[in-house]
């Protein structure tokens, strides 16, 4: 049931540090996202506003709704209101809303990725109506301001889903970034990379490891040609595989680190901090999983995975030039394990539908 309710490359790598003082700040009582909460809402309400009641009808929605969950990255026909669809002013106010919840470089990360269908269209040939950089759906669930609620920003290769479940918890998990072509191969922005650094970072890490380390990553001498936990496969890889962090040196501890916060890294400080620190908490059990060449223009696959961090990276189809990144959270994705603990004190009578 709806409701109504009156985003270039190249970019640097946040190496996030071990951000404890945030989690005791946290259980001290102070909440380190007032802020981000604060502002996310605003410029959600905002967009909100400036919708009629045709747009509001498509793209406004009950936080315990279905849609929520459906998410995918692949170009199909969506819910929510695309940005070709809104005036000038509501295209704006949702892009506002992109750079209020994400860093400054997860934002530009974000126009990136929705910039890239126009060389996609001029590689293919293909019509502007399909490969169509406006063609990014914007939804909201639930009442800005008022936990819980979210929102969604889809399209092809790109599908961010924004969770405030409750005052002090924000989730921007399951994060879907790719883009074909990964290494743009015509024109004035030939060579050109958007997601360099989730690229070059792990190929300086596999190529480090030593025979011993190799022979407990890889998976196996083929990429794997996708990513495996995408949408409604949340709970197909239970169990890390591969290196565990433990059995990296320093150097390499650190060039792992800083591969987890360039994906950590889309989200704005206050929540990607934060987030480090629950991936630090959890590194004695993360593993490094690697399969395929360990060469840039080979096609390969990566993982990092521990309890609180997913990461999937595929670089297989198109000759090994069309990438597919997943970034997961196994605890806390759509905010879940916040909501059931918020509704399990609620007691009897506030069941939570995940």
Do not use: C
Not at 80 to 100: C, P, S, V, W, Y
Not at 144 to 151: H, L, M, N
Not at 217 to 241: C, F, H, M, Y
């Amino acid at each position: 049931m709806r409701v109504d309710l009156v985003l270039i490359l190249a970019l640097p790598v946040i190496a996030f540090a071990h951000m404890s003082v945030f989690a005791q700040a946290d259980r001290a009582g102070g909440n380190v996202l007032a802020r981000a909460e604060t502002e996310m809402a605003a410029a959600a309400r905002n967009w909100a506003s400036l919708l009629d009641k045709g747009q509001s009808r498509q793209a406004l929605f009950e936080f315990n709704d279905d849609e929520r969950f459906n998410w995918h990255y692949i170009p199909r026909n969506r819910q929510g209101l695309a940005l070709r669809d809104m005036t000038a002013e509501q295209n704006q106010a949702a892009r506002n809303l992109i750079k209020a919840t994400l860093s400054q470089q997860g934002a530009t990360k974000v126009e990136a990725i929705m910039a890239l269908e126009a060389v996609l269209r001029e590689v293919e040939g293909s019509s502007s109506g399909f490969r169509d950089p406006e063609n990014y759906a914007f939804s909201l669930f639930g009442e800005p301001g008022t936990p819980p609620w979210g929102w969604r920003v889809e399209g092809h290769h790109l599908s961010i889903n924004v969770t405030n479940a409750a005052s002090g918890d924000i989730s921007i998990t399951p994060t879907f970034t790719g883009t074909n072509p990964a290494r743009i191969p015509l024109g004035p922005r030939t060579g050109e990379r958007i997601q360099k650094d989730e690229y070059f970072l792990a190929l300086e890490l596999a190529v480090s490891l030593d025979e011993g380390q190799r022979g407990k990553a890889v998976l196996g001498e083929r990429s794997l040609g996708n990513i495996v936990t995408g949408p409604g496969r949340a709970d197909a890889l239970k169990q890390p595989e591969g290196l565990a962090v433990g059995d990296l040196s320093a150097e390499q501890k650190d060039l792992l680190l800083r591969l987890v916060a360039t994906y950590v890294g889309l989200a704005r400080d206050e929540v990607g901090e934060r987030y480090m620190d629950l991936v630090h908490g959890g590194l004695g059990e993360t593993r490094f999983a690697w399969a395929g060449g360990m060469s840039e223009g080979e096609a390969f696959y990566y993982r990092v995975h521990g309890p609180r961090i997913l990461i999937e990276f595929d670089n297989t189809q198109n000759n090994a030039n069309h990438i597919h990144a997943v970034w997961r959270d196994p605890l806390d994705d759509f905010g879940r394990d916040t909501l059931k603990e918020h509704y399990d004190s609620a007691g009897p009578g506030h069941g939570h539908r995940q």
